[in-house]
């Protein structure tokens, strides 16, 4: 895998470490529009490095900006901006990611609230590559979480189906991921988020391939400005 994908994996879990050491304060990031975000990461493969994010928020949008930095000093940027009309229950996504050698990936999508409450999202990402694929699923609210299913179309034609279900408890979350190829062989990835006594998160992703076989990674999120 390319350097600078590694680093836009890496600026998706700092993401999700935001979330995670957040919540706990729901109240009192309500009221703030601007929060930021520094720190170290490191993993159970040696991989180490820095971050830095800043996340706007204003009534129906949010807006994050992030950078990450390898051990090798190779930096990964990504923005993102999310948009929600209550009144009429439609949103937008639009996401880019740039490599440290000027190569992009970007997300663009639209969602629509339906009336028994769950949400459909369409949308396209285009890889590094240059190669982009569809995307459509519709997710559902939990007590704790969410639940989705979907299919991921590429650009000749095949269709792959997803699924994924999302936890959130005590100061631990949980995503498991699951595609099922064309030809029906399935690959499932399970991320567990917990925020550490410290205020670091430890992550841990399990990957089960499709011929049956595991790999693990571990990694520690260290974010050092509140």
């Known amino acids: 895998m390319p350097n600078y994908s590694r680093l836009s994996l890496t600026l998706a879990a700092l993401g999700a470490a935001f979330v995670l050491s957040a919540s706990p304060a729901f109240a009192a990031e309500k009221k703030s529009k601007v929060k930021e975000r520094e720190g170290t990461y490191s993993n159970s493969n040696g991989k180490s490095g820095t971050f830095e ?80 694929q569809t995307y459509e699923n519709t997710a559902t609210k939990t007590e704790n979480g969410r639940t989705s299913t979907g299919t991921v179309t590429n650009a000749q034609g095949k269709t792959a189906t997803t699924s994924s279900a999302v936890t959130h408890e005590n100061g631990a979350s949980t995503k498991t991921q699951t595609v ?41 999120i260290a974010v050092t400005k509140p």
Request: a positive charge; zero cysteines.
């Open 53 to 132: 994010g800043t996340t706007s928020r204003k009534k129906g949008k949010k807006t994050r900006e992030g950078s990450a930095t390898n051990q090798d000093g190779e930096t990964a940027t990504r923005k993102s901006e999310r948009t929600w009309d209550k009144e009429t229950g439609t949103g937008a996504h639009t996401r880019t990611t740039t490599g440290p050698e000027g190569k992009t990936a970007t997300v663009n999508s639209t969602a629509q609230k339906n009336e028994d409450g769950t949400v459909s999202t369409t949308g396209t990402r285009t890889g590094f590559n240059g190669k982009s």
């Open 180 to 220: 099922t190829g064309p030809e029906g062989k399935t690959t499932e990835r399970v991320v567990a988020s917990k925020k550490n006594e410290d205020g670091s998160v430890t992550r841990t992703i399990s990957v089960t391939h499709p011929d049956g076989t595991t790999s693990t990674r571990t990694e520690t």
